[in-house]
């Protein structure tokens, strides 16, 4: 090439070698502004037909352009809190000239990760420390043997989490920790968040983006000249209702599933999205903005002899002490954190010694047994005011349910499945938040604030493919919606369903629905598990074995598995039998089996929906 050829528009031969000498002593970010400077000329060029005249090179910067360093955010996510996150500090980045790659880490290529530069990572943490479901092959990666050192890697952790559970952040912990055992440098010591993270959160984004945000290099002279940046479009914007601003839907059934005679209590509930704009596929799951027991708000308020209209500050606004033990804060389960907030308080020689790491396991005993209500009732703190008392708890959040309906065939409503929590403790009934509140303040006609909750990990396959849908008891819900959709669309795939309860008489859940189904050749197969109709319980994971020849040919056919419902038991004991299924029937041993499932994983034919 030419140098006449090489001379961009407006500027001289002369001028382009002047730049290319100085190309030694460029500081970060002259090479974003540079390149956005000359597209402007030659766009300017392009458009009015007009020759641009050039400033004098001394005008243009004391430095010349080099390669800015790639910024990559990894997500790892549950419930979708991290995906939003590393959105809004995508967002961020861009706003301050950066230029960021958004990831979950369950669709990353991890051998791009010797390649990196500056990474950062937002992770959930899912019960007693793991990572979320669909993460979990990107920590095995990161934490295992073919891991790549990364002595050039930057990066920092933003690590969510819920401190009702001992190993409080861990999935995020256990990044930070592995990040630097491969080499890498910190850019940011790593923060933890509760629940509450959107009080914390927007600290270390802002932190992380002024850190790595080109430094202005222009001389004032040409500063006062630069063409205005064209800032990026915005996505569409979306419905309005959304986690932040709730829609009130309004409850058009609730109905008790289970039969006379049950051990448990499980409801279906219909809620009407008419007019609110949302929309949601199989597989998503609705937010639920439930209320505290009236009955428990005012056990406290007497005890605490405190006034119902004290006034208290939550978020920068002031409202009534009762609204606010109602609606903004967590009054059942008690946290690490409200032992500490109440040892402070009350002295308490029993709380004090619950302190520390060394009394995880007590601390944890402890909490079990005893809800907020209960540890003030132990431990009286005469004269607390309001504000001092809230100050402990943590903000109430919404619950997920998945969604066990379709709109293809309930449009503009939202079913769900949900089960009763109810249980006694220290010599009183107690229920669960949300599902008290569904079962003994959601009659027809009454209001829901409710928002969808996005599951890209759990979602059907194309029409004509096999799936193997395996759950428990309200692990079933989103079934329902697979089949709705799959009977509007008119699949073709074959679909087998492995469902389990305690009893057929009076816990088959959707009975008529899946026979109706069978019937119509929409469910082409289904087995059943009732563990406590024989004198043997026999579960899910035990059906599998029995049709374990037939599992694994329809894995060999491209089937999609999916698995929902409890994640302490139900989730590992079918991964168990899936593993011995492979085994015995693929020929293989217990590490290709395992290499196996984690394929179908990676694949995205292997989805898990747990709780």
Known sequence: MSKLEFAGPGLTIEQWEQISTLATSLKPGQALWLSGYFAGLNHSTQTSGDVVRSSPVSDLATAVPVAARTLTILYATETGNSAGLARTLAEAAREKG??????????????????????????????????????????????????????????AVLALGDSTYEQYCGAGKRLDQRFEELGAQRIEARVDCDVDYEEIAPSWIAAIVNRLAPEPTLQPELAASTPAQVATPAAP?????????????????????????????????????????????????????????????????????????????????????REALTSAFEVTAATPRFIEHWADITGARELQGLRGTDQAEARTAFLRNNHVLDIVNQFAAPGIDAQTFVAGLRPLQPRL???????????????????????????????????????????????????????????????????????????????????????????????????????????????????????????????????????????????????????????????????????????????????????????????????????????????????
């Not at 790659?101 to 669709?107: G, M, P, Q, R």
């Not at 009763?420 to 938040?433: F, Q």
């Not at 819900?477 to 469902?499: D, I, M, N």
């Open 237 to 321: 914007a979306g419905t309005a209702y959304d986690k932040k601003n709730p829609f009130a839907a309004t409850v058009i059934d609730n109905i008790v599933l289970t039969g006379r005679g049950s051990s448990k209590e499980t409801r279906h509930i219909e809620l009407s999205l008419a007019e609110s704009g949302l929309l949601y596929e199989p597989g998503d799951a609705l937010g639920i903005v439930a209320q505290n027991d009236p009955a428990v708000v005012d056990a406290l308020l007497e005890r605490l002899a405190l006034p119902a209209d004290a006034q208290v500050t939550v978020k920068q606004q002031t409202t009534g002490l």
């Open 98 to 155: 950066l230029d960021p790659v958004v990831s979950d880490v369950a669709t990353y290529k991890t051998r791009k990760l010797k390649d990196e530069q500056d990474v950062l990572l937002i992770a959930s943490t899912h019960g007693e420390g793991d990572p979320p479901q669909s993460a979990k092959s990107f920590f095995e990666f990161v934490e295992g043997r073919k891991a790549p050192k990364l002595p050039n890697l930057r990066f």
């Open 401 to 611: 349910y998945s969604i066990a309906s379709s709109l293809a065939a309930s449009p503009e409503e939202a079913h769900l499945t949900v089960s009763t929590v109810r249980y006694d403790l220290n010599g009183l009934p107690r229920m669960g938040v949300a599902s008290g509140h569904l079962a003994q303040r959601a009659e027809p006609d009454a209001t829901l604030p409710v928002y969808i909750q996005t599951n890209s990990h759990f979602r059907l396959p194309e029409d004509d493919t096999p799936i193997i849908m395996i759950g428990a008891g309200t692990g079933v819900a989103p079934y329902r919606a697979f089949l709705q959709e799959r009977e509007a669309r008119g699949a073709q795939g074959r679909s087998w369903l492995v469902f389990g309860e305690r009893n057929f008489r009076s816990d088959f859940l959707y009975q008529i629905e899946w026979q109706g189904y069978l019937k119509d050749g929409v469910l082409s197969r289904m087995d059943v598990a009732f563990s406590r109709d024989g004198a043997q319980k026999v579960y899910v994971q035990d059906r599998l074995r029995e049709q374990g020849r037939d599992i694994y040919r329809w894995l060999e056919d491209g089937a999609h598995l999916y698995v929902c419902g409890d994640a302490t038991h139900l989730a590992p004991d079918v991964h168990a039998a899936l593993t011995e299924i492979v085994e015995r029937h693929g020929g293989l041993d217990r590490e290709a089996a395992h290499d196996y499932l984690g394929g179908l994983q990676r694949d995205h034919r292997y989805q898990l929906d747990v709780y």
